[in-house]
């Protein structure tokens, strides 16, 4: 009998379900250095995978349940596709018929040198600019500053490829101070006001927070822990405080439920749990894959959570128990109690779910999933000094070695 995998089959088939939806275009490494497992260990999860559809559907019928998903998926698509041609007119950003692209002067302000070079031998530079009553000084300064300005303009140019590149990759969730992050990490030394600049001019900006509902469902018979964190969402060292949360998403008429738990010290998401349930083994489910992560060995970490009934069921303290977790709770009705959850919470939606929503449970799975590997692997974290939190821990982890080689 072989060894039990210390991943959910739930993780599992989530990074199955990565690798699958790249098409072919990532590579078993690729994909697995981001959901944090190795390209064979990925491997043999698709070939189990396979086997196993292999003996479920022998006769390679797609069932009736995923035929109405990719039906469900396909009429939503359509529907956005719709909207987006009949707003193409209005919202392009082009300008209306008959309307003026200047206004009275704005070709001459805006170009007067390049006007006077163009007509200077014709007409002479003295006489264009006594009519246009503009310094010729002012011109000979202009045309001496023409090769800086040229090598000026072609490195804005050179760095708005960039911008936009970093732009596109992050799926347009990237603002100012993690682009101008980014560019250093590439090596740039550049002034984060330049990447401003070039940013607010052609229109680049970064997705903005969007208000949340309130999901705690508090069990006002439940003892609750005692609040070991008092706001302070700090921490020296890894496993030293862990925070929790619930949130919901919509899923065409329906609701798929998120369970997470975060290092403090790192704010890598070491577990999660979706389910369409709210029930208290969507915080078991998320808190055992933490400790897996972990490696075991998690005694005295502070767990951090609301009051929600979840968190304060007899269950979830029996589990805290048997890893030797010391449980913390915030307040009833203060989301400051548990704040960095709940910003946690705001960056996924904002970075998944901005100005559309899901049509399948698969495909809300399938990006919630590749997000929050993202997020651990890739994403720069304002906290961190800009940098992921698995770069992060390996910077901590490497300081560590060298103390105790010192």
């Known amino acids: 009998m072989g060894r039990r995998s210390p991943y959910p089959v739930e993780f599992r088939n989530d990074a199955v379900a990565l690798y699958r939806a790249a098409g072919g275009k990532r590579t078993y490494a690729a994909v697995a250095a981001d959901v944090g497992v190795t390209g064979e260990t990925l491997r043999s999860w698709v070939r189990q995978a396979d086997e196993h ?7 390679g019928e797609q069932s009736a349940e995923s035929r109405n998903e990719e039906l469900a998926r396909l009429r939503a698509e359509n529907g956005r596709l719709r909207k987006a041609e009949k707003g193409m007119g209005t919202r392009a ?9 200047f206004r009275e002067g704005d070709e001459v302000k805006t170009h007067r040198w390049d006007f006077v070079s163009a007509h200077a031998e014709v007409f002479g530079v003295q006489r264009i600019c006594r009519v246009l009553q503009v310094s010729r000084s002012g011109y000979y300064r202009w045309l001496a500053g023409a090769k800086v300005r040229r090598e000026r303009q072609a490195a804005d140019d050179a760095l708005l490829v960039e911008i936009r590149e970093i ?22 030394t550049i002034n984060r006001k330049r990447v401003e600049r070039l940013m607010r001019r052609h229109g680049i900006e970064g997705r903005h927070l969007r208000r949340r509902k309130r999901t705690t469902v508090p069990d006002r018979l439940a003892p609750p822990a005692p609040d070991l964190v008092q706001r302070n969402f700090s921490a020296r060292q890894l496993n030293e405080k862990w925070c929790g949360d619930i949130t919901y998403v919509q899923v065409g008429g329906t609701w798929l439920y998120l369970a997470c738990v975060i290092d403090i010290c790192s704010r890598r998401v070491l577990g999660w749990s979706m389910a369409t349930h709210m029930r208290t083994e969507l915080v078991i489910d998320a ?28 269950a979830f303290a029996q589990v805290c128990n048997g890893f ?23 960056g996924l939606k904002r970075e998944t779910m901005y100005q559309r929503l899901f049509s399948t449970m698969p495909q809300a799975r399938l990006e919630i999933f590749q997000w929050l590997t993202y997020y651990n692997a890739r994403r720069r974290h304002s906290a961190l000094n800009y940098l992921s939190p698995v770069e992060f821990e390996q910077q901590q982890q490497r300081a560590r070695k060298l103390t105790l080689a010192a």
């Open 53 to 59: 559809a292999g003996r479920d559907h022998s006769s």
């Open 93 to 101: 950003g082009d300008p209306a018929p008959g309307s003026r692209l």
């Open 167 to 188: 732009h596109t990759e992050h799926k347009g969730t990237y603002g100012v101070r993690r682009i101008h992050a980014e560019l250093r990490g590439f090596g740039h």
């Open 287 to 314: 808190l055992e894959m933490a400790v897996a992560t972990r490696g075991g060995h998690v005694g005295g970490v502070i767990f951090h959570a609301d009051r929600g009934s979840q968190y304060t069921s007899a």
């Open 324 to 346: 030797g977790i010391h449980r913390s709770m915030g307040r009833v009705g203060s989301s400051y109690d548990n704040a960095l959850a709940e910003s946690f919470w705001q």
